[in-house]
């Protein structure tokens, strides 16, 4: 048996994002000190690769299923205060281009969150193709962003009395995507 694992570029067609084998995590500075992190735990996206190559990407984010191991915290989160997820319950993501970036990507696209769009850059890793487990092929990617909040209308200030607040402005956001082909 070899350890060796066989990669080739993604050929054309649908790539669904497998939430099982996936993850969204974040981080935020926290009393200035320490950082808060967590997850969401409901996702789907895809991944289109058109015949000449060019690549597209959509992905929907359940806000309500925001963890960060605390219930309390979560539930405040998706209050009106931060993501006000009984009026905006989903984030969205929608590429315009991908380009090359040294050995790895950036991948540029219009983010939705709390009703506002905003075009970001996400640096991409793509990690290669499998042949998979006799369910077709899979496809790896890694992705991060620093978003700063106020951008997108979380704009709560909870100061310190000594100076500070109790939520950094900027968001780091990882993607950790394992994608199938239809």
């Given at each position: 048996?070899?350890?060796?694992?066989?990669?080739?570029?993604?050929?054309?067609?649908?790539?669904?994002?497998?939430?099982?084998?996936?993850?969204?995590?974040?981080?935020?500075?926290?009393?200035?000190?320490?950082?808060?992190?967590?997850?969401?735990?409901?996702?789907?996206?895809a991944i289109t690769v058109a015949?000449?190559?060019?690549?597209?990407?959509?992905?929907?984010?359940?806000?309500?299923?925001?963890?960060?191991?605390?219930?309390?915290?979560?539930?405040?989160?998706?209050?009106?205060?931060?993501?006000?997820?009984?009026?905006?319950?989903?984030?969205?993501?929608?590429?315009?281009?991908?380009?090359?970036?040294?050995?790895?990507?950036?991948?540029?696209?219009?983010?939705?969150?709390?009703?506002?769009?905003?075009?970001?850059?996400?640096?991409?890793?793509?990690?290669?193709?499998?042949?998979?487990?006799?369910?077709?092929?899979?496809?790896?990617?890694?992705?991060?962003?620093?978003?700063?909040?106020?951008?997108?209308?979380?704009?709560?200030?909870?100061?310190?009395?000594?100076?500070?607040?109790?939520?950094?402005?900027?968001?780091?956001?990882?993607?950790?995507?394992?994608?199938?082909?239809?």
């Amino acid at each position: 048996m070899s350890d060796t694992i066989t990669t080739t570029e993604l050929s054309a067609g649908t790539w669904t994002i497998d939430p099982v084998h996936s993850a969204i995590s974040f981080s935020v500075r926290h009393l200035m000190v320490s950082k808060v992190r967590g997850n969401f735990d409901t996702f789907s996206g895809a991944i289109t690769v058109a015949e000449d190559g060019t690549p597209s990407v959509t992905a929907e984010i359940d806000v309500t299923s925001i963890n960060t191991n605390n219930e309390q915290r979560d539930g405040h989160i998706k209050s009106a205060d931060f993501f006000d997820a009984g009026q905006f319950p989903t984030a969205t993501f929608v590429s315009k281009s991908v380009a090359k970036k040294g050995g790895d990507y950036v991948l540029t696209g219009d983010f939705t969150l709390k009703g506002v769009t905003k075009t970001v850059d996400l640096d991409l890793e793509f990690n290669g193709v499998n042949p998979g487990m006799g369910q077709g092929e899979v496809a790896g990617f890694e992705a991060s962003i620093e978003l700063n909040r106020k951008d997108f209308g979380i704009d709560i200030d909870m100061p310190l009395e000594t100076g500070g607040t109790v939520v950094g402005d900027k968001i780091k956001i990882v993607l950790e995507i394992e994608a199938n082909k239809a």
